[in-house]
T-cell receptor, first 113, second 117 residues
Framework: EAQVTQNPRYLITVTGKKLTVTCSQN?????MSWYRQDPGLGLRQIYY???????DKGDVPEGYKVSRKEKRNFPLILESPSPNQTSLYFC????????????FGPGTRLLVL | AQKVTQAQTEISVVEKEDVTLDCVYE???????LFWYKQPPSGELVFLIR??????QNEISGRYSWNFQKSTSSFNFTITASQVVDSAVYFC??????????????FGTGTRLTIIP
């Protein structure tokens, strides 16, 4: 089954404790992206990756890092989480073609205390 | 810069009524894509439809229909004979592509639809 998976789905952590949210897709997609969803703001892009070893900032990259060492994986790293990073995070992927639609993962709810 | 406006923050209708969710967008790009996503209480994003800027043909899929009008920059979504399972937050989104190939996907703030049994 074609899918985008995220782990963990729920996470409660404390300020400053490094964490990684994993994202994996099994569709051999070149393009992957991270979004955060906050009430009243919709979804905003954090980082994206056009392909392996090619990443760039989205609209709200501060406080986040990503890496793309393999095509299927695109982890989101919070080196020193802060309460304002409490949010619902979505990973998405699609093929490289502009005509294609992004597939979204199930989301990760993060609470930073 | 792109912008998507969903002016209806919350809508409640009685089951079996028809309901229309409004979406107005802004972009200077001539090539773009419009989307609707459904987010049920469980939180996942469910893709409903994608429409490119060159295709103004309206679409119907079961009880769902979409009205795309470039003249008014609107892409409205109608649910006919609503059901309780339609209760969710619905997002309209606009996609454009940069010269470098990044897909800039701009979401509206969503409309929370509640269907009352």
């Amino acid at each position: 089954e074609a899918q985008v998976t995220q782990n963990p789905r729920y996470l409660i952590t404390v300020t400053g404790k490094k964490l990684t949210v994993t994202c994996s897709q099994n569709m051999n997609h070149e393009y992957m992206s991270w979004y955060r969803q906050d009430p009243g703001l919709g979804l905003r892009q954090i980082y994206y990756s056009m392909n392996v070893e090619v990443t760039d900032k989205g609209d709200v990259p501060e406080g986040y890092k990503v890496s793309r060492k393999e095509k299927r994986n695109f982890p989101l790293i919070l080196e020193s989480p802060s309460p304002n990073q409490t949010s619902l995070y979505f990973c998405a992927s699609r093929t490289g073609g502009f005509q294609e639609t992004q597939y979204f993962g199930p989301g990760t709810r993060l609470l930073v205390l | 810069a792109q912008k998507v406006t969903q002016a209806q923050t919350e809508i409640s209708v009685v089951e079996k009524e028809d309901v229309t969710l409004d979406c107005v967008y802004e972009t200077r790009d001539t090539t773009y894509y419009l989307f609707w996503y459904k987010q049920p209480p469980s939180g996942e994003l469910v893709f409903l439809i994608r429409r490119n800027s060159f295709d103004e043909q309206n679409e119907i899929s079961g009880r769902y229909s979409w009205n795309f009008q470039k003249s008014t920059s609107s892409f409205n979504f109608t649910i006919t004979a609503s059901q309780v399972v339609d209760s969710a937050v619905y997002f309209c989104a606009l996609s454009v592509f940069s010269n470098f190939g990044n897909e800039k996907l701009t979401f509206g703030t969503g409309t929370r639809l509640t269907i009352i049994p």
